[in-house]
């Protein structure tokens, strides 16, 4: 029942190089909020402050949010355009296809009495497959069924593009199965407030199995716990994740009993539908499947049972009873992130149905949101920083030219996606059943892991999106060497249409270089132009790469948005990477559109001003402590104090905008500076 809702053109430079080019006739604005602007802290001291400080002086999380700022208000913002959407159908009309089941979800999880009256009574059927449970030999098939319901368990079996051989899909099996946010939380013993999350998160568990009937569940909340911890012991760290080339394990399902003896492998992902479709499966994270085994032998049957029970509970807590739905929010939402008040039950409603019929839902949302000439100008200032990229490419430093032809081989190869699919997922074999919540959820996971496995053995579908068009959000995939850049974005700060170029550049032209620059990560750049993970660098340019990259994680190490807590410079290094990158092609794109004319003055602030403040402003932002500690330790992006702070100290352009000189808090010496591109 988990719910989810899911990181090529070439042109030549010269003189003719287009603007994103707002209408010559209108006077242009700015698109800056000057209204925020702290006059009181010096940009050359403290940027992100200076732009932001009104805002942050007096600007109140929302009760029902962990953090607040750009990206959570246009979130905000959009939400009621989908409730719009979902409440006006059927008025006038008869519903059919997507358009029905989007109706009949939506209207069964607002129906709070029905629910409240069917208490756990919904899971019946599946607490008792689990309570019949004999031997640990039939845990196999019962973590494949379910992974197929969206339940989570131990490790994951998911089909993607094989990230050696990118013209096929391959089976991935991963670790995951941990009820906290990252193994941090069950292992540093001395951090006292992950401690004591850990304490009340065991406390959590006992509550929600009393209220699923539990007798002892005080006793099988400490076994869960220790379950847990022992699965965190064998987990990868999340800078270790990072790595692409340590994460791809090609290995024989037949030989799995090799790699981790003691589990039926091959009877696992029998069951998880992946039998006869391939011969292989990549593990992600070898030690960790030896890790479980260990666990399975080292666990009784009883904890087991007792801990997929509470999996199970956990998972559907949010649409169940309003006892089960209260509990997983004090606990998810207080303590984790602090959040002290539900949002809306009509939010709440609009998530389901993203997390269940995402693309259907995004299709009514593009029509009547997304007008047609605000993917013409994203398609051209896509276009533009393409075109910056291709020029520095030829004048990087730290690249030989052997790796600049591959390079721009690479970057001829990529694909850019704007605003929505071409193609809109088909929704017709799910199944939804108004007044069954819990049924339809399932039947949305179902459908969701059937069509994800029925992937093996068939072509590459390259129109298929891992976001939804009303997702404020963009992402760099690098097995199809795909930017994407969904509707929702495309809206202020991010996208003004009615301002002058510079905002843009600063804002959505960075959001566009950083995407773009993914692709030429620490990480990103271990794959080629095809999507295939394959060294194309030699091994000086890696080694003059590295010597850059290792000031920048030195640099945002030093950061600290909490006493006591630190931004992980390796953890956060591909994001620094591609803020650092996308900044700086976003400035050479929008000096190049400029055509060799001086920018316009608005309100006082000249072009390179504006430029630069649009991309500091869509960092503003503020996020409550127990959130703040949630993002060091799981989150590869860093606070936006830092994105917006740490980037423009690099940037050579800010110096010269505002005038920063030696003596100025954001001043680093020249030789200081992590100049990428």
């Excluded at 042109?11 to 006059?39: E, K, M, N, R, W």
């Excluded at 051989?165 to 992950?194: C, H, I, N």
């Excluded at 990477?577 to 092609?585: F, R």
Aim: net charge positive.
């Amino acid at each position: 029942m988990k719910r989810h809702l899911l990181s090529t053109l070439t042109i030549a430079l010269c003189a003719g190089f287009a603007t994103a080019g707002h209408a010559a006739s209108a006077a242009p604005v700015s698109g800056i909020d000057t209204q925020y602007i702290d006059p009181s802290v010096r940009p050359q001291d403290d940027f992100f402050v200076h732009l932001n400080g009104q805002w942050l002086k007096t600007a109140e999380i929302p009760a029902d949010k962990s953090s607040w700022g750009s990206f959570a208000k246009l979130r905000d913002d959009t939400l009621p355009q989908l409730r719009g959407i979902i409440e006006d159908l059927g008025k006038g009309k008869r519903l059919q296809g997507d358009e029905q089941k989007i109706a009949d979800l939506y209207a069964s999880y607002m129906d709070e009495k029905k629910l409240d009256k069917l208490g756990a009574k919904p899971l019946a059927g599946e607490l008792a497959r689990i309570a019949a449970l004999k031997d640990k030999g039939e845990l196999p098939a019962l973590v494949a069924h379910l992974t197929r319901i969206g339940v989570s368990v131990p490790y994951s079996v998911r089909v993607s593009q094989d990230a050696r051989a990118s013209t096929r899909y391959a089976a991935y099996v991963a670790q995951s199965g941990l009820g906290l946010p990252d193994r941090d939380y069950y292992l540093k013993k001395d951090d006292a407030k992950l401690a004591d999350a850990l304490a009340k998160y065991e406390l959590h568990v006992a509550k929600v199995l009393t209220l699923a009937g539990a007798k002892d569940a005080a006793a099988q909340a400490k076994s869960i716990v220790a379950l847990e911890t022992a699965l965190a012991q064998a987990q990868w760290t999340k800078v270790e994740n990072r790595d692409p080339v340590k994460r791809y394990n090609k290995t024989d399902i037949a030989k799995l009993a090799e790699l981790a003896p003691g589990y039926d492998w091959q009877g696992a992902l029998a069951a998880a539908g992946i039998a006869g479709k391939t011969d292989y499966a990549i593990v992600m994270q070898p030690s960790y499947l030896q890790g479980f085994v260990k666990a399975v032998n080292d666990t009784d049957l009883a904890t087991w049972k007792s801990y997929f029970t509470w999996q199970l509970l956990r998972d559907a807590s949010p649409y169940l009873s309003k006892p089960f739905a209260d509990a997983h929010f004090a606990f998810y939402g207080t303590v984790l992130t602090g959040v002290t008040e539900q949002p809306p039950r009509w939010k709440r409603g609009v998530g389901v149905v993203e997390g269940a019929i995402g693309e259907g839902l995004g299709k009514l949302y593009v029509a009547k949101y997304f007008p047609a000439d605000r993917k013409a100008r994203m398609e051209q200032l896509v276009r533009n920083l393409m075109a910056a990229y291709k020029q520095s490419i030829d004048t990087l430093d730290w690249m030989s030219p052997e790796t600049k032809k591959e390079a721009q081989a690479k970057l001829a190869k990529f694909t850019p996606k704007i605003g929505y699919p071409d193609k809109w997922r088909d929704y017709s074999k799910l199944k939804v059943a108004r007044g069954d919540l819990i049924g339809s959820l399932r039947n949305a996971s179902v459908f969701d892991y059937d069509r994800n496995i029925a992937k093996l053995g068939q072509p590459i579908d390259r129109t298929e999106w891992g976001m939804t068009p009303q997702t404020v959000n963009a992402y760099y995939r690098s097995t199809t060497n795909e930017i994407v850049f969904p509707a929702a974005i495309l809206q202020p700060p991010f996208f003004d249409a009615k301002a002058d170029d510079a905002v843009n550049y600063g804002a959505i032209g960075a959001v566009i270089g950083h995407e773009i620059s993914h692709g030429f990560d620490d990480s990103g750049s271990q794959s080629d132009g095809d999507g295939n993970l394959r060294n194309w660098w030699t091994d000086q340019d890696r080694a003059n790469f590295k010597a850059k990259t290792d000031r920048l994680v030195a640099q945002y190490d030093s950061y600290s948005p909490l006493p006591g807590y630190h931004v992980n410079g390796k953890l956060t290094l591909g994001e620094n990477i591609a803020d650092n990158s996308g900044l700086a092609i976003a400035y050479k794109a929008y000096k190049i559109a400029l055509n060799g004319q001086p920018a316009p003055v608005i309100d006082g602030l000249t072009g390179e001003q504006r430029f630069y403040m649009g991309f500091g402003q869509v960092w503003r932002s503020k996020m409550r402590e127990s959130q703040q500690i949630v993002q060091v330790k799981t989150d590869p992006h860093s606070p936006g104090q830092f994105r917006a702070n740490g980037t423009v100290v690099n940037q050579p352009g800010f110096y010269e905008a505002f005038g920063v000189k030696e003596g100025d808090k954001l001043y680093l010496k020249p030789e200081e500076r992590v100049i990428i591109w």
